[in-house]
């Protein structure tokens, strides 16, 4: 525990950073993965199982907590922390990713984005100074600048305007942020699949000297080859005492092959909304448990993993529930799939400071190839 976000590059491997950020409410193992809680939970979870899977942080949305239950009434109610019962460190997205996700609900300009809430219709108008007010108000530790991303493929001038705007943006929010003692704001480099412009993005933030740095818009439609190349471009110019974050990413594939190129944290909402739908990541690979060779298999996921999901439940019985569409399906294979993502990020970890990293790799991705255990 500290006063302050310090954050610790404690060893390297084969490109890959071991790390540790400590600041008050707690101390973030990296490289590591925070499961997505939207509006306040991860979906099918209890947050107890979701720390007891190995997360040191969870990540919430402004956006949607703009509007429900309200940032002032979670203020009034003691925090973020407080209302979900989460006593760790939560890192708040900035509402960035709606600017494009919900663009036919939204007007955007210099002065910030006006909203017509999915929920109601009523309008609401988000600067960069009202995103850091709201990500305030919710108590958040780590808070993100508002961007505008663009969904890829788009024109370089579209990505050359946004990423523009974008920074103006930074140096907006870094102002209204001020000094938060223990707490940190990270600045989002944009610029599309344009090296030229990822590298203005990440020089013109680094000019702002802030406590963490993310890669935005390489999780909205492109290629994996693209990502991976924005990040050799990127990374670069980054500060190498600073942790990256790697924002809605994604398989456990981007994030082995991310972690390699020098990513510290990643989010995504892919374990979660892939178990509510009946896929499983295990060691093998992925585990479509709808498929009709299950419905007759008595063996577990996984005999050797230490999540009560895959290994004390038979397969036979989450077909079962996937195929009736039982609520419990979906959170025991949401509970296999963050416990799958936590192993993978210790393993990760254990094999940087062991100096093995390229080894781990090799490893994993071989396991991955043999493909799940034969049918019965």
């Given at each position: 525990?500290?006063?302050?976000?310090?954050?610790?590059l404690?060893?390297?491997?084969?490109?890959?950073?071991?790390?540790?950020?400590?600041?008050?409410?707690?101390?973030?193992?990296?490289?590591?993965?925070?499961?997505?809680?939207?509006?306040?939970?991860?979906?099918?979870?209890?947050?107890?199982?979701?720390?007891?899977?190995?997360?040191?942080?969870?990540?919430?949305?402004?956006?949607?907590?703009?509007?429900?239950?309200?940032?002032?009434?979670?203020?009034?109610?003691?925090?973020?922390?407080?209302?979900?019962?989460?006593?760790?460190?939560?890192?708040t997205?900035?509402?960035?990713?709606?600017?494009?996700s919900?663009?036919?609900l939204?007007?955007?300009?210099?002065?910030?984005?006006?909203?017509?809430?999915?929920?109601?219709?009523?309008?609401?108008?988000?600067?960069?100074?009202?995103?850091?007010?709201?990500?305030?108000?919710?108590?958040?530790?780590?808070?993100?600048?508002?961007?505008?991303?663009?969904?890829?493929?788009?024109?370089?001038?579209?990505?050359?305007?946004?990423?523009?705007?974008s920074?103006?943006?930074?140096?907006?929010?870094?102002?209204?942020?001020?000094?938060q003692?223990?707490?940190?704001?990270?600045?989002?480099?944009?610029?599309?699949?344009?090296?030229?412009?990822?590298?203005?993005s990440?020089?013109?933030?680094?000019?702002?000297?802030?406590?963490?740095?993310?890669?935005?818009?390489?999780?909205?439609?492109?290629?994996?080859?693209?990502?991976?190349?924005?990040?050799?471009?990127?990374?670069?110019?980054?500060?190498?005492?600073?942790?990256?974050?790697?924002?809605?990413?994604?398989?456990?594939?981007?994030?082995?092959k991310s972690?390699?190129?020098?990513?510290?944290?990643?989010?995504?909402?892919?374990?979660?909304?892939?178990?509510?739908?009946?896929?499983?990541?295990?060691?093998?690979?992925?585990?479509?448990?709808?498929?009709?060779?299950?419905?007759?298999?008595?063996?577990?996921?996984?005999?050797?993993?230490?999540?009560?999901?895959?290994?004390?439940?038979?397969?036979?019985?989450?077909?079962?529930?996937?195929?009736?569409?039982?609520?419990?399906?979906?959170?025991?294979?949401?509970?296999?799939?963050?416990?799958?993502?936590?192993?993978?990020?210790?393993?990760?970890?254990?094999?940087?400071?062991?100096?093995?990293?390229?080894?781990?790799?090799?490893?994993?991705?071989?396991?991955?190839?043999?493909?799940?255990?034969?049918?019965?």
């Amino acid at each position: 525990m500290t006063d302050t976000f310090q954050f610790n590059l404690k060893a390297t491997s084969d490109g890959a950073r071991l790390g540790e950020i400590t600041m008050p409410r707690g101390t973030i193992r990296t490289p590591a993965f925070m499961p997505v809680g939207t509006v306040g939970t991860v979906k099918a979870m209890y947050l107890d199982q979701v720390r007891d899977t190995g997360a040191d942080i969870i990540l919430g949305n402004t956006y949607h907590l703009m509007l429900r239950p309200g940032a002032e009434r979670v203020a009034r109610l003691g925090g973020l922390h407080k209302l979900i019962r989460w006593e760790h460190p939560i890192l708040t997205d900035s509402g960035g990713f709606q600017v494009m996700s919900l663009s036919g609900l939204r007007k955007l300009d210099e002065k910030g984005v006006t909203f017509k809430s999915h929920v109601d219709g009523s309008l609401h108008h988000m600067s960069p100074e009202r995103s850091i007010e709201i990500q305030g108000l919710l108590g958040s530790d780590i808070q993100m600048q508002l961007d505008e991303c663009v969904a890829l493929p788009a024109e370089p001038k579209e990505i050359e305007r946004a990423m523009e705007l974008s920074l103006r943006w930074a140096e907006r929010c870094r102002v209204a942020f001020g000094e938060q003692p223990g707490k940190a704001m990270f600045g989002i480099v944009q610029g599309g699949d344009q090296p030229a412009l990822r590298i203005r993005s990440a020089e013109g933030l680094k000019q702002l000297d802030l406590k963490g740095y993310a890669v935005g818009g390489l999780a909205v439609g492109e290629p994996q080859d693209v990502m991976l190349r924005m990040l050799e471009t990127t990374l670069p110019v980054l500060p190498t005492e600073k942790p990256r974050y790697l924002m809605g990413v994604g398989t456990p594939d981007d994030i082995l092959k991310s972690v390699a190129r020098g990513i510290d944290m990643f989010d995504c909402v892919m374990p979660t909304r892939s178990g509510r739908h009946g896929l499983a990541f295990t060691r093998r690979g992925r585990v479509n448990i709808r498929n009709a060779r299950h419905a007759e298999d008595m063996r577990p996921l996984d005999e050797e993993s230490s999540c009560p999901a895959a290994r004390d439940y038979s397969r036979a019985y989450l077909h079962h529930l996937i195929r009736s569409d039982e609520a419990l399906g979906g959170m025991l294979l949401s509970w296999n799939n963050l416990h799958y993502y936590q192993d993978l990020m210790k393993g990760i970890r254990q094999s940087i400071a062991e100096g093995r990293f390229a080894d781990f790799f090799a490893e994993t991705q071989d396991a991955w190839a043999k493909g799940d255990i034969d049918p019965v």
